[in-house]
């Protein structure tokens, strides 16, 4: 089935600092990925749509020059958590749409997630 | 109102038990229905899409209900397996732009 590589798992930063998330797609090509951010408790929330070859779709109330995303291939999508601070420390989590762009019944893959810990 | 509401958790039920949650949504040209498992600290998982005509996967059934907005999720026979978070997912729609929206979750937990 179709797979979605998230790295890294895990990253511990000091304030300040920036951090880059990558997601690939290992057997399909994804033109849209999903970026999300999740509290303790709390429901996957959408930050942004990341489309290839164009720029991201941010939700509302979402930095696009703190949370830089790229989607340069068909296959790889980054996010970068820039000047990174305590409140930024979450569950971050990409998925891609397996059929691409339009309905699809078959859901979506996420990534296995990155827990970020700012300090 | 929130774009997808779910029944709020936790549900704590014994093994072999039948729970049912439901979720509701405010977009009415919402397109596409699915319920995603969770575990703590994991990635969710697709666990079942939810057609018109309602559907089932062994234990599982999920049905939608277009005219008062909502789609249900059954489980029968609960295992302690069965234990996790059960998120309502709602596809955006129409237009093309099929993002998905996610519910809060619902906490299920199965005990012996």
């Known amino acids: 089935g179709a797979v979605v590589s998230q790295h890294p798992s895990r990253v511990i930063c000091k304030s300040g600092t920036s951090v880059k998330i990558e997601c690939r797609s290992l057997d399909f090509q994804a033109t849209t990925m999903f970026w999300y951010r999740q509290f303790p408790k709390q429901s996957l929330m959408l930050m942004a749509t990341s489309n290839e070859g164009s720029k991201a779709t941010y939700e509302q109330g979402v930095e696009k020059d703190k949370f830089l995303i790229n989607h340069a291939s068909l296959t790889l999508s980054t996010l970068t958590v820039t000047s990174a601070h305590p409140e930024d420390s979450s569950f971050y989590i990409c998925s891609a749409n397996t059929a691409g762009e339009g309905l699809n019944n078959y859901g979506y893959t996420f990534g296995s997630g990155t827990r970020l810990t700012v300090v | 109102r929130k774009e997808v509401e779910q029944d709020p958790g936790p549900f704590n039920v014994p093994e072999g038990a039948t729970v049912a949650f439901n979720c509701t949504y405010s977009n009415s040209a919402s397109q596409s229905f699915f319920w995603y498992r969770q575990d703590c600290r994991k990635e969710p998982k697709l666990l079942m899409s939810?057609?018109?005509s309602g559907n089932e996967d062994g234990r599982f059934t999920a049905q939608l209900n277009r005219a008062s907005q909502y789609i249900s999720l059954l489980i029968r026979d609960s295992k302690l397996s069965d234990s996790a978070t059960y998120l309502c997912v709602v596809n955006r729609g129409p237009g093309g732009s099929y993002i998905p929206t996610f519910g809060r979750g619902t906490s299920l937990i199965v005990h012996p």
């Open positions: 939810v057609y018109s």
